[in-house]
């Protein structure tokens, strides 16, 4: 295996310590995106999760400021950011959309105002770059703790709201009647989303995270035939394509002569492949097949 | 002091939505075991008195008694249908087993118990033969069980249910009519069920609370459905017709142009099966 891998790769990928902090954070985050994004595309709240992603930018940027730990920038962002979508949201699903459309509005607003100071105050062009895009190898490890810290409690968070974070999202007025908070689990619910869009924004950075968090998770629902074992292949979808991506990545600095292709490009490159391959009708054939008669289903929308 | 209230009390409850007075000191109570239709025309509150009922809905005066005082965990409650996407990978079994325990915190544990409760609740609904199927993938009639189950699993005292048969063709609406009085009887439940059709419940129904005007007239079917007292509820001479089985409530605008009426109350439509 070991030398398998040695001939397809550069020596020395697996014992620098950039690309072992790459493997151990960039791993971590695609497990969290991948079980927080399979219930994120289930509510139907795909648009939140990506404004989440995006506005989490502006935390990142202050924390490049401040000489912060980039990740608690993220994370805090992501938190205010969910707060106040939770609060100006109502119940009707276009009315979401638009409290969604606002926060994302201010929070880019703010994230350009902070990108502009760090790269005036710092006289450098990268904090935009890195805090948008990632860039996986200059990770500093005083991140792993608090990476881990995060990661652990979205999954535990998941683990513990699992039945009613299904159920409102089968319909708001069958867990109501079960006695289940809706509007809280609701908020609960983007407050992991902010957790895992948070660590996906260290690795493949801010506007990125989307990918991270909705592909696998698409290309999961397509194949799997419960949640539970949607939320596993989403996280192993996602580690594959971000541990895939790293080792092209650390490859790629030989083909191209010293420059290398951004981690980032190859992670979400490999997801969209993913999803290409899943997306393809074969399994909706098969599925029509076996019963016949039963094609016309369900309008898609959500009420 | 508790007063004498069956399994449901709904208490001079008036409900006004947006200024709008819905309903209008309703006022009535069931008792253990009765099913009843709950009848009105399209926008009367047949679902703004289910949703009270749910607590859901504030009544602006007037109060919902339920026996035991835990409301929800004596309510069953199906609503008219939930909007899936079927490439969600959730099984009507999953639909079922959350009826039980959706509302619990932690990782559902794969007990046997449980699977024997889901296997029971979906034989005696008649969804055995889609159990391992995707919720959006179901049909109207099919979905209906679904949810039938699903709020069954706990054994309520209380069952409430909006519009089961609405879409459903003729032979569903009496399977699901009969469906609904077995299960009654063998749960010893009280049932509450809002059409807008009162005739396919006449042979299951043993009261009713018809809605009219935001009021509501209530009682024994054969007591609330009679000239006069219709006619006190609608506020104009109604006449009720019993013909091969079926009741037709006509309206005495009916038939010479009052279309208002006809669209407030599709039943002046006269119809022949
Ligand atoms: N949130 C609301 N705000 C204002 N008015 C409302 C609201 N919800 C319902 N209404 C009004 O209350 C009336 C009763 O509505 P409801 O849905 O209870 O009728 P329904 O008997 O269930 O009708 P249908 O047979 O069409 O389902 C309607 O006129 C409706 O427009
Ligand atoms: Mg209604």
Redesign the pocket.
């Known amino acids: 295996m070991s030398s398998l891998l040695s001939a397809l790769f550069e020596p020395g990928w697996n014992s620098s310590e950039p690309v072992l902090t790459a493997v151990v954070i960039g791993g971590g985050a695609a497990v969290v995106s991948g079980v927080v994004g399979v219930l994120t595309v289930m509510r139907g709240q795909s648009f939140a999760g990506h404004a989440l992603a995006d506005v989490s930018s502006a935390g990142g940027a202050a924390a490049f400021l401040l000489g912060l730990n980039p990740l608690l920038g993220f994370l805090l962002m992501g938190i205010i950011a969910a707060a106040g979508m939770e609060s100006f949201s109502a119940h009707r699903i276009r009315e979401r959309d638009l409290a969604t459309g606002g926060v994302l509005g201010a929070g880019l607003g703010l994230s350009a105002l902070l990108l502009y100071l760090d790269v005036t105050s710092k006289s450098t062009t990268g904090a935009a770059i890195t805090v948008m895009f990632g860039s996986m190898f200059a990770m500093p490890p005083s991140v792993v703790p608090l990476a881990l810290a995060v990661g652990t409690s979205a999954i535990l968070a998941i683990a513990l709201l699992y039945r009613p974070l299904l159920l409102s999202s089968l319909d708001p007025a069958l867990a109501r009647v079960r006695g289940v908070p809706v509007r809280l689990i609701g908020l609960c619910h983007l407050l992991v989303v902010a957790f895992a869009v948070a660590l996906s924004a260290v690795t493949v950075g801010a506007i990125l995270s989307t990918a991270l968090l909705i592909g696998p998770a698409a290309v999961a629902l397509r194949i799997a035939g419960r949640p539970g074992g949607a939320m596993l292949l989403a996280a192993s979808i996602g580690v594959a394509a971000t541990w895939g991506g790293i080792l092209i990545a650390y490859d790629s600095y030989d083909w191209t002569g010293g420059h290398g292709w951004p981690v980032s490009f190859c992670i979400v490159t490999i997801i969209f492949l993913a999803y290409l391959a899943a997306g393809c009708p074969a399994r909706d054939k098969v599925r029509a097949a076996a019963r016949p008669g039963k094609g016309s289903v369900q309008a898609a929308g959500r009420g | 002091m508790r007063e004498e209230s069956g399994v449901l009390a709904v208490q001079r409850v008036s409900?006004s939505?947006?200024?709008?007075r819905?309903?209008d000191e309703v006022d009535f109570a069931l008792h253990g075991g009765a099913f009843c239709g709950l009848i009105?025309?399209?926008?009367?509150?047949?679902?703004?008195?289910?949703?009270t009922i749910l607590g859901f809905?504030t009544p602006t005066s007037g109060r919902v008694v339920i026996d035991g005082g835990r409301r929800l965990a004596q309510i069953g409650y199906v609503p008219?249908k939930i909007v899936l996407d079927p490439a969600i990978p959730m099984r009507t079994r999953d639909l079922v087993g959350l009826g039980l325990d959706g509302h619990r915190l932690g990782l559902p544990l794969a007990a046997r118990a449980r699977r024997r409760l889901v296997d029971a609740m979906l034989e005696a609904v008649g969804a055995t033969s889609f159990a391992e199927q995707r919720v959006g993938e179901l049909s109207g009639g099919e979905q209906q069980r679904a949810l039938i189950a699903h709020a069954l699993i706990r054994r309520p005292r209380l069952l409430l249910l909006?519009?089961p048969l609405?879409n459903l063709d003729i032979r569903s609406i009496a399977a699901t009519v009969s469906l609904l009085r077995r299960l009654a009887l063998e749960y010893r439940m009280t049932v509450l069920l809002?059409t807008?059709d009162m005739n396919p419940l006449l042979p299951a129904m043993d009261c009713i609370v018809y809605?009219a005007n935001g009021r509501a007239a209530t009682g024994r079917t054969e007591d609330v459905v009679r000239g006069e007292v219709l006619s006190r509820l609608f506020g104009e001479h109604v006449d009720v017709i019993r013909v091969h089985g079926r009741i037709l409530v006509i309206a005495a605008g009916a038939g010479n142009g009052a279309s208002t009426d006809i669209e407030r109350n599709p039943e002046h439509v006269v119809q022949v099966p």
């Open positions: 409900v939505l947006s200024g709008r819905i309903l009105g025309a399209n926008g009367s509150g047949k679902t703004t008195l289910l949703r809905v008219q909006d519009e609405a809002s807008h809605l």
